[in-house]
């Protein structure tokens, strides 16, 4: 089926690094978002990216939408404890209802 | 964000008996409704997509008699697990489809069923 392949798996940095992750996929996305989920928690949005080379903020979260309309990254700048977590994307076809989601990023944080 | 509840959060029973869990959506209207599991350290996986007054679309090998999910209004989801067993125990999540504001989904906190 359709994959979106998630990178990296997982990131052990310092506070205050700036982080970038990426999904890629070998279909067009007409949507993408990006969810943070805690343990024990539904995922939360971060950001939705509507249109090919969009570039959307969220506080210290920028997201884009590939001009290909095959890839998104996130970017988190000045890493701090509260944002280790699993990030996820997720993207869907132009009329799916449902979301293809990536395989996660688990962010883990040095103080 | 729009708000979407979940209720129970967390679940233990007894084999053999089914537990249903509600999904709503608190400040919009939500024609479509999505139950997924995670199993521990993996992806969310789509059980079934609900759409309001219409039966539910079930992923491939999900079993709609072992699951059922009912959408009767535009803000309350529900999937009952029916016969439970110790296999089904999992995280459950529901999601809503908000397309007034965008088109974006929201999660609801999750249900831990535990099947003893």
């Known amino acids: 089926g359709q994959q979106l392949n998630q990178s990296p798996q997982s990131m052990f940095i310092q506070e205050g690094e700036d982080v970038s992750m990426n999904c890629t996929s070998s279909?067009?996305?007409?949507?993408w978002l990006w969810y943070k989920q805690d343990p024990g928690e539904g995922p939360v949005l971060l950001i939705a990216?509507?249109?090919?080379?969009e570039l959307t903020s969220n506080g210290r979260l920028t997201a884009q939408f590939g001009i290909t309309r095959k890839d998104s990254f996130l970017n988190i700048s000045a890493s701090i404890p509260s944002d280790v977590g699993i990030y996820f994307c997720?993207?869907?076809?132009?009329?799916?209802?449902?979301?293809?989601f990536g395989q996660g990023t688990r962010l883990t944080i040095n103080p | 964000g729009a708000v979407v509840s979940q209720h129970p959060s967390r679940v233990i029973c007894k084999s053999g008996t089914s537990v249903k869990i509600e999904c709503r959506s608190l400040?919009?209207?939500?024609?479509?409704m999505f139950w997924y599991r995670q199993f521990p350290k993996q992806s969310l996986m789509l059980m079934a997509t609900?759409?309001?007054?219409?039966?539910?679309?079930?992923e491939q090998g999900v079993e709609k008699d072992k699951f059922l999910i009912n959408h009767a209004s535009l803000t309350l989801s529900t999937l009952t697990v029916t016969s439970a067993h110790p296999e089904d125990s999992s995280f459950y999540i529901c999601?809503?489809?908000?397309?007034?504001?965008?088109?974006?989904?929201?999660f609801g906190p999750g249900t831990r069923l535990t099947v003893l």
């Open positions: 400040d919009f209207q939500a024609t479509t």
């Open positions: 279909s067009i996305f007409n949507t």
């Open positions: 990216l509507y249109k090919a080379g």
């Open positions: 997720a993207g869907r076809f132009q009329g799916a209802q449902k979301l293809v």
């Open positions: 999601s809503a489809r908000e397309t007034v504001r965008g088109d974006e989904q929201f």
């Open positions: 609900s759409n309001e007054g219409s039966k539910a679309t079930y």
